[in-house]
Structure formats: structure tokens, C-alpha cells
């Protein structure tokens, strides 16, 4: 079992989201929840096909690291 990083973000009417580890891989969605349920349906479907098409799954290497920085003003 792999552990894949997604990153969430803000649109204008909606969420959407992406796979750094698998280019192409995204979801959208109205909420967050509803985004990251809809990514982990993405990111299944399209691992099933990269197996389908006789593809090497890739392991996940994206590392997420929040930094603190200071904003004036």
C-alpha cells in the first residue's frame, strides 16, 4: 500500500486537487472532503490503469513541509 501526497487548493466556485507523484492525476470538487474522496477515486483509477497498460507504479517521493514565515503589515 502506498501513501500518496494530494495537494488541495481554493478555486473560485469549488476545490480542486492534484498527485505531484502522478502527472495528470486530479480532482475537483465542491468541499474539501468531497475533493480529497474524489482524488482518492482518481488516484485508484488511474493506478489501475497505468497497470493496465503495463506501467510501473511509481512510488510516492513528494514530501510536504510547512514553513512559518513572517508577513509585516
Given at each position: 500500500?502506498?501513501?500518496y501526497t494530494i495537494i488541495v487548493e481554493?478555486?473560485?466556485n469549488n476545490y480542486s486537487a492534484y498527485c505531484p507523484d502522478l502527472?495528470?492525476?486530479i480532482a475537483t470538487g465542491a468541499t474539501?472532503?468531497?475533493t480529497v474522496a474524489r482524488?482518492?477515486?482518481a488516484i485508484?483509477?488511474?493506478l489501475e490503469g497505468m497497470k493496465e497498460e503495463g506501467l510501473s507504479v511509481p512510488k510516492p517521493t513528494t514530501v510536504v513541509?510547512?514553513?512559518e514565515v513572517a508577513v509585516e503589515g
Open positions: 500500500m502506498y501513501k481554493k478555486a473560485d502527472p495528470g492525476c474539501v472532503e468531497e482524488m482518492k477515486e485508484e483509477f488511474h513541509r510547512s514553513i
